[in-house]
C-alpha cells in the first residue's frame, strides 16, 4: 500500500518553530506535487501548502503566509514545512498528501492529492 508518512511534530510555545518532514513508503515522492493539509478538532481538513514536482510552483493558505516555509528535497525523496512564529491556532493533526495525476502549479484542493499520510500532531499552547 502506497502510503506517506509524516514526522516532526510535537508540542510548541506560541512563537516557536517545528520542522515538519514527509517521506514516502513503497513508492517515491519523484514526479508528484507534494501538499500539507491540516484539520483541527471539529473543522474540515484545509490545505496549508504545496509544492509542484520541481519546486518551481508553491502556495500557501492566507493564514500561514509568511510563517511556513514548504520545501523538497529530491535527492533525499523529502518535503518539509518550516513552521515559524506558530500561533495557538496552527494546532491540529498535520497530513502530507502526493498528486500523482496534477501536472503545472500546485493547488490546495484535497480532491487533486490520492496518496496520505497518518497524519502528525502539533500542538502550540503555553
Known amino acids: 500500500q502506497l502510503q506517506l508518512v509524516e514526522s516532526g511534530g510535537g508540542l510548541v510555545q506560541p512563537g516557536g518553530s517545528l520542522r515538519l518532514s514527509c517521506v514516502a513508503s513503497r513508492f517515491t515522492l519523484d514526479y508528484t506535487h507534494i501538499a500539507w493539509f491540516r484539520q483541527a478538532p471539529g473543522k474540515e481538513r484545509e490545505g496549508v501548502s504545496c509544492?509542484?514536482?520541481?519546486?518551481?510552483?508553491?502556495d500557501y493558505a492566507d493564514s500561514v503566509k509568511g510563517r511556513f516555509t514548504i520545501s523538497r528535497d529530491n535527492v533525499k525523496d523529502t518535503v518539509s514545512a518550516q513552521m515559524d512564529n506558530l500561533k495557538s491556532e496552527d494546532t491540529a493533526v498535520y497530513y502530507c498528501?502526493?498528486?500523482?495525476?496534477?501536472?503545472?502549479?500546485?493547488?490546495?484542493?484535497?480532491?487533486?492529492?490520492?496518496?496520505w499520510g497518518q497524519g502528525t500532531q502539533v500542538t502550540v499552547s503555553s
Open positions: 509544492i509542484s514536482i520541481w519546486g518551481d510552483s508553491v
Open positions: 498528501a502526493a498528486s500523482r495525476s496534477l501536472l503545472g502549479q500546485c493547488v490546495l484542493d484535497r480532491g487533486e492529492y490520492d496518496v
